[in-house]
Every structure is written in structure tokens, then in C-alpha cells.
């Protein structure tokens, strides 16, 4: 049909969900706004970082039989600093440059955050283009602006042999 899968997960053990990043639409680009003082703290992962995947680091065991051949998983740690009066709440957004919608949107209650994908993997030619960004978010819904972009890839997966990883069926 087009369209690439950016990742791929299992999902209660019913099937394959491959998530779409890119389609017939024009690409979405990440628009410019204002920059709170989060903006110029520290990040991580900070621009250019390359993240592993099918690393036994992420916690997650290797799925049985032809499963295996998806790998373990990967896990990304979000870090950043707050200015003096930290908030309560920040808004993580990650995605890939192209996506019709983010990859994951979720609002935490500190300043670090792990976002784990068990059995999952990012094929070979969605390895580049990721972004995320943080926004602090008070309790009475107020937002702030978001801090700049910071990108990152991910390393090709492969299994202990070598090979690509790869869903099966």
C-alpha cells in the first residue's frame, strides 16, 4: 500500500501492529514555537544520540520460538532539567519526522522517563528523522512552550547471530 512501519510490536500475542510513518499526505514538519527557559537545559537523549536495540539492558526477555526473531525490545530514558520552580507535570512528545502522529505523548510527573517496547523493533530504513521534545504543564491545565527539538536514531537491530531482525507470522 505505500506506506513503511516504523516499528514493529506484538500486541497480546493476537498479531503484527505495524505503525505507518509516511503516506500518501505531504509530510508533517515540526513547526516552530516559542521556548520556554527549558529550552536551553539539558536534554537527554540530546541531539545525534544513537539508541540500541535488542539490548538485554532493556529488561525484556527474548520471546519464544519464531518470536524470537523480533529481539528484545528497546527502551529510551528521557532526562531533562527543570528551571529553579520545577513543575508539576511535563508533556513528552516523540516522533519521527514524516509521521502523520507522534509515536508517544504522555504526560509524567518528574523529569525522567523510561518508554520501553518490548519485543518490538524500528526497521532499518526508520532508523533516522526521530525527535522529542518536553513542555511543562501546571495542574490547573495550563501549558508551557515547548523546549526545542533534540533528535536521535536508533542502531539497526540484530538478533545474537547477526541477522535482521524481523516479524514473523
Excluded at 500500500?1 to 508533517?28: D, H, K, N, Y
Excluded at 509524567?108 to 504543564?137: G, K
Aim: glycine share 10%; with cysteine; hydrophobic share 35%.
Amino acid at each position: 500500500m505505500g506506506t513503511r512501519s516504523a516499528f514493529v510490536t506484538l500486541i497480546g500475542g493476537l498479531g503484527v501492529f505495524s505503525a505507518a510513518c509516511g503516506s500518501g499526505s505531504p509530510p508533517l514538519s515540526p513547526t516552530a514555537t516559542p521556548t520556554t527557559t527549558l529550552a536551553q537545559l539539558s536534554m537527554s537523549p540530546d541531539n545525534n544520540a544513537s539508541l540500541p536495540q535488542n539490548n538485554p539492558a532493556t529488561g525484556c526477555s527474548l520471546l519464544d520460538g519464531a518470536g524470537a526473531t523480533r529481539g528484545r525490545g528497546f527502551a529510551i530514558q528521557f532526562h531533562w532539567t527543570t528551571p529553579s520552580s520545577p513543575s508539576p507535570l511535563y508533556e513528552i512528545y516523540v516522533t519521527r519526522v514524516g509521521a502523520p502522529t507522534p509515536f508517544l505523548d504522555v504526560v509524567v510527573a518528574t523529569t525522567d522517563f523510561t518508554w520501553s517496547q518490548c519485543h518490538s523493533f524500528v526497521a532499518d530504513e526508520n532508523l533516522q528523522n526521530w525527535q522529542w521534545r518536553t513542555r511543562e504543564n501546571d495542574l490547573q491545565g495550563g501549558l508551557g512552550a515547548w523546549t526545542r527539538w533534540a533528535s536521535f536514531e536508533f542502531s539497526p537491530c540484530r538478533l545474537n547471530d547477526g541477522t535482521l531482525c524481523r516479524a514473523t507470522e
